[in-house]
């Protein structure tokens, strides 16, 4: 019974991922890629999606990896995934972040001071 009572918040969070990685997609234009990357002319982005926070495509997948285990999958397995992903993402991140700290300096730093790097504020 359980089980059905996750679909709901499933394909809620399914909705959400997808809008808030496709947006934050839209926001970077030309400078997102799979590889990171900084360009010559890139721009430290924060506003739509990342001026909730600075990470929005990780905030999505985690989304949608938390609605695939309620969907499909069993709780150890949902479990078992929640830290794996946290630990690569926050590699990921980190590298990522260096280098946009790298490229804009203090700007970068008031940005990560002010916006979280995957969670919201809820206060």
């Not at 997609?25 to 997102?32: E, H, P, V």
């Not at 479990?79 to 203090?106: D, H």
């Amino acid at each position: 019974m359980l089980e059905w009572a996750l679909v709901p918040i499933a394909i809620l969070l399914v909705a959400f991922a997808d809008w808030l990685v496709y947006r934050a997609i839209r926001q970077l234009g030309k400078q997102w890629s799979l590889e990171a990357r900084v360009l010559e002319d890139h721009e430290l982005v924060t506003t739509g999606p990342y001026a909730i926070v600075r990470n929005p495509i990780y905030t999505g997948i985690y989304a949608l990896m938390i609605a695939t285990g309620f969907a499909f999958s069993t709780w150890p397995a949902t479990l078992v995934a929640i830290p794996i992903y946290w630990i690569g993402t926050k590699l990921r991140v980190s590298s990522e972040e260096q280098m946009l700290r790298a490229r804009f300096g203090p700007a970068f730093d008031a940005y990560a001071a002010r916006v979280p790097p995957i969670f919201p504020r809820i206060i």
